[in-house]
Each structure stands twice: as C-alpha cells, then as structure tokens.
C-alpha cells in the first residue's frame, strides 16, 4: 500500500519493481489525501485500485486518521509505504500499520515539508535521502537506511530535488523489497531488515 499526494514517481518505481515477481512485493492500492495528482494517475494505469481520504471532508482530524486506517484496512498491506505524502499520519493508522517514509534529506538534518530547499538555503554540500519507520513525530521515526547526495554549484531546488529523487527511487525500491522478502526487527531506534537469527 503507498500512499502520495503529488507526482508519485517514488510509487512509479515500486509499481515498476513489483512487474518482476522476484520483487517479492506488489502494490495492493494507492492512497492519496487529494484528487487529480499524477500519483493516482499512474495507479490506475497500473490497473491499482486507488482511493482518496481528504482530512478537510471529516469534523476533525481525529475522523480522518480512523475513516484513513478504515480505508487501509480493506486491502490488509503487510507494509504501508508514504511516499510523497504530505500530511502527518494520526495515531490509528500507525498504531495499525506498519509505516515506512521516504524523505529527501539525511535526517535528523531538515525534517519537514521544505527540505531540499532548507539543506540549499543552509549551505551543505552533502544531503541525500532517508527512508525510516514512521513514528508519531515529523520524519523522527528510526532510520532504515540513508544515501548521500552531493550538492553541485549552480544547483537550485528543482535540480537537487530531481538528482534527490534518483537516490531516494533506488533506496527505496530496495528496502521495500528488502522488507517484504526478509522481514525486519526493531530494537529501539534499531532496524535489522532480515528474519532474526535463530
Ligand atoms: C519525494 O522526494 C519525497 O521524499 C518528498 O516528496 C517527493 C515526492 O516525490 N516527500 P514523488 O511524488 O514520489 O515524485
């Protein structure tokens, strides 16, 4: 299960992995907090059922979160993937799911909605992307698994954010792949992809 809210080209590369059966994963549905983005688009192509659970349709964000992992519960994913997805995910569904994020910086560095644009305004010359386990805070969840990304002279958000977005496709086909196949563990901030030893 992935959800987005924008192009979906971190999804795009999951569908495209799980054509090959040795992925060892498919994408049950697409779930997205909007209509009319590009994400649900390359689902339907893909013949994925989609569905949309906007937060400003319920009373509160509360109903949201329980209308959210209601939604998610009917296709019963080993493994729900954010993938571009913008808002902050409520205590049912994490409670329910496990959840795996994408984001394009090396946290803890530049957690949040603007992080390409912050690691440039900041000066590094060295960002990436990391993929984590979500928990109840914004992008503090343990990290999985990390891959730097080097800043070039001339780069602006747009340009940095795209040679991003190559690492972040790759590392997160990958570890999706990796955790579906092998399972995983988690000690404290410590995830251990791979079936515990006997
Ligand atoms: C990705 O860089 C993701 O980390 C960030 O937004 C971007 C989504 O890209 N949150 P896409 O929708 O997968 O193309």
């Not at 092998?182 to 995830?191: I, K, L, M, N, Y």
């Amino acid at each position: 299960m992935v959800l987005v809210s924008g192009s979906g080209t971190n999804l795009q590369a999951l569908l495209d992995a799980s054509a090959d059966e040795a992925f060892g994963a498919r994408v049950v549905a697409v779930g997205a907090d909007r209509d009319g983005i590009e994400g649900l688009s390359r689902a339907e192509r893909s013949g994925v059922p989609t569905f949309v659970q906007k937060v400003g349709d319920h009373a509160t964000r509360d109903k949201w979160d329980e209308a959210l992992t209601a939604q998610i519960a009917e296709y019963k994913p080993d493994l729900v993937v954010s993938a571009g997805f913008m808002k902050i995910l409520g205590p049912r569904v994490l409670g329910s799911f496990p959840v795996v994020n994408t984001h394009p910086a090396l946290l803890p560095a530049f957690p949040g909605a603007h992080a390409v644009h912050e690691a440039l305004a900041y000066g590094v010359r060295l960002t990436g992307c990391t993929v984590h386990l979500v928990d109840a805070g914004v992008d503090t969840g343990p990290v999985i698994a990390q891959e730097a990304v080097a800043v070039r002279d001339g780069d602006d958000e747009e340009s940095l954010h795209e040679r991003i977005k190559t690492a972040e496709r790759r590392l997160l086909v990958e570890i999706v792949g990796r955790m579906a196949r092998d399972g995983w563990t988690v000690s404290g901030r410590t995830v251990r992809l791979g079936r515990p030893a006997r």
